[in-house]
Each structure stands twice: as C-alpha cells, then as structure tokens.
C-alpha cells in the first residue's frame, strides 16, 4: 500500500499543469508550501471539480472507517465494494491528488537503519502528476482515500501487490467529469517507461510510513 508521498510544486505549476487538462483552477489564492512527506491522517491539497474548471481544497487522507474498521482507510481497492461504489460512480466525489513523488517501502530491513527501505517513485519528467481519488464530506471536515491497482514493473519489483492509480494529461479530465464507463478505464498501472525511482537520500529515509487500510 502507499501511506507516504510527497507534494513539493508550487500553486503556479499546479495551476499550469492541471489547467491545461482542467481548464481553469482555482486555487483560492493559495501560496502552497512544499509538502514533503505526506502521512495518512495528514491534511495534503486534493483538486475537485467546478465550473468551468476545477478547485484547489484541503483534505484530510483517510476515508472514515465503518464497521469493524478502526482506522481511516487510506487506500481504495476493491472498487465493486459497496462502501465505494456510489463515490466512485459520482464524478462529484471523484477528486484528484496531486503528487509529485510517493514511497513504497522495500520488504528487507536496511542493514544501517534496521527499518524497511523507502523507495521513492516520479514522472521521469519530473512534473507533478495526480492519484485518482475519491472525496466526502465528514462533521470535521472533509476526507479523501486515493486508489491502487496492479502494480508496473517498476514498482513491482518494490511492493508486488499493489501501485497508486497514476493520472496525466487527458486522464485528468476524464477522472472528474466522465461517466463511470470511461473513468474505470483509467485504472490501471502507469506506463514503467515514464517513470523513474528516485536516488535514496536520508532525508528522505528517515520516517517509516504509518499503517493504513485497503477497501
């Protein structure tokens, strides 16, 4: 599962890069900060549709838990669930979360740190790209979990289980807009090809990702 990523592109490239996909976003006239690591429970900037474009607003990661479910579920997976079914078949609640890299954690202990590796994924362009995700609104605020499917060579060969869905370009649109019939199409893992994974720094091993759940 991914319970770590990071939003590091200012409002200015998000604004370029999604309106070229969205039209206009409106971003509130937020200044957004860097958002270096990102944790399940954490609030991280989440794109939703409205005319004519589409509209910057923070969320909390973890869709509420049900049933026997404790924790918040930070992972969608199961999308004939009846949990996510009307979210996902409602472009309203669809959102999508910009990223610009995410962790996948190794499964060996490093032998320096004696904690699981992190392995950290991006576009080998570099530009920020999106989770497709899922949002709604709670008493305290409102909550998003994002969804994964099978995983690429690439990420495979980290975590064989499971990748975010990836979403650039003509993707972008759809996710937010289309009938159900074309954005399940979108789900699927992103082309090995346009991605690369990150050299490990220790910044960027130094936290271990909290856990999360599957739907």
Partial sequence: MCNLYRMTSNADAIRQLFGTALGTVDLGGANLPPFEGIYPDYEAPVLVSEEPGA??????WGWP???????????????NSPMWRNALRDPARR????????????????????RKRQ???????GE????AGIWRPVEEGARFAFL??????????????????????????EWLRADWGVAERLVGPFPDAAMVELPITPAADAREAQP????
Avoid at 55 to 60: E, H, I, K, S, V
Avoid at 66 to 78: A, C, L, S
Avoid at 119 to 125: D, G, I, N, R
Wanted: glycine share 10%; net charge positive.
């Fill in 95 to 114: 959102c999508l979360v910009p990223v610009t890299a995410f962790c996948e954690y190794g499964a060996a202990p490093d032998p320096v740190t004696k």
């Fill in 55 to 60: 509209r910057l607003a923070m969320m909390r």
């Fill in 128 to 131: 920020p790209f999106a989770f």
């Fill in 65 to 79: 838990p049900f049933g026997e479910v404790k924790r918040p579920i930070t992972n969608v997976r199961n999308l």
């Fill in 212 to 215: 999360g759940f599957f739907g």
């Fill in 148 to 173: 994964t499917c099978e995983p690429n060579a690439l990420v495979g060969a980290v975590h064989p289980k499971a990748m975010p869905v990836m979403l650039t370009g003509k993707g972008l649109g």
């Fill in 119 to 125: 392995h950290w994924f991006a576009l080998e362009s």
